[in-house]
């Protein structure tokens, strides 16, 4: 794909007198890079990252993804990178038929060249922002995956628990109920959401931050809402949204609404 450097398994097996019906294929490994800071990195992911011959990051073309910069300190051997450029990012609203069917050949192609480096017995590592299971694109290989190969999945600190610890904001108290709302939704759905919760994280800000806004201020939760950008990354700002004099946002931000439950 374009803006990407292919990295295309040999056809050869690895190791002599090895046959495709004996040989071990590799392991599929879903890395939680966590939140940006690579302080954060579990024992774990470090491990997998230092031996895995196969290290696989998604960006925008032409860019390095979050994931990819968070590694620096271990990726050192280029020959060993696996970027995947999506065809889209913001260009199309998720929902367009362009968008879904450009994804998913994108999906099935990148497992497709993975699938060949774990057949030839090497292991796979897809580097995931935060956790791998927690809105992650990883998810989207491991659905074509997981039937096929040994697959292992490293969780990750998730973007919001950094977020909130980096803000100082307790999240929950007692018997709070939390709500994970993506601001994708439209905002009559948002508002139901917020009024059926006690505490709430609203993720994928961007172009939707002024929506959110107004549906906090209409749900009452405005003074209590804390907007974190960049999180535990170079350029961290945190902020009352209610003080935040513009609407801009970018791809990693959030807004925390801190619950007030029992406190003993």
Known sequence: MEGSVRIDAPAETDGAGDSPACQKTGTLYGVGMGPGDPDYLTVKAMRVLERAPVLVHFCKQGKRGNARTIADAVMRDPAREFPLAYPYTTELPPDHPDYVAALASFYDEASERLAAHLTAGRDVAILSEGDPFFY?????????????????????????????????????????????LPATLPRA????????????????????????????????????????????????????????????????????????GRRP
């Open 136 to 180: 992650g694109s990883f998810m989207h290989l491991w659905r074509r995956l997981k039937d096929r190969f040994p697959v292992e999945v490293i969780p990750g600190v998730t973007g919001m628990s950094g977020c909130w610890t980096r803000a100082g904001t307790p999240i929950t108290w007692g018997d709070d109920v939390l709500t994970i």
């Open 189 to 260: 759905a948002l508002i139901e959401r917020l009024r059926g919760t006690d505490a709430a994280v609203i993720m994928k800000l961007g172009r939707h931050l002024p929506k959110v806004r107004g549906v906090l201020a209409e749900t009452g939760f405005l003074d209590r809402a804390v907007y974190v950008e960049r999180g535990t990354m170079a350029g961290e700002r945190v902020v009352p949204l209610a003080q935040k004099p513009d609407d801009s946002a970018p791809y990693f931000s959030m807004v925390l609404v801190p619950g007030e």
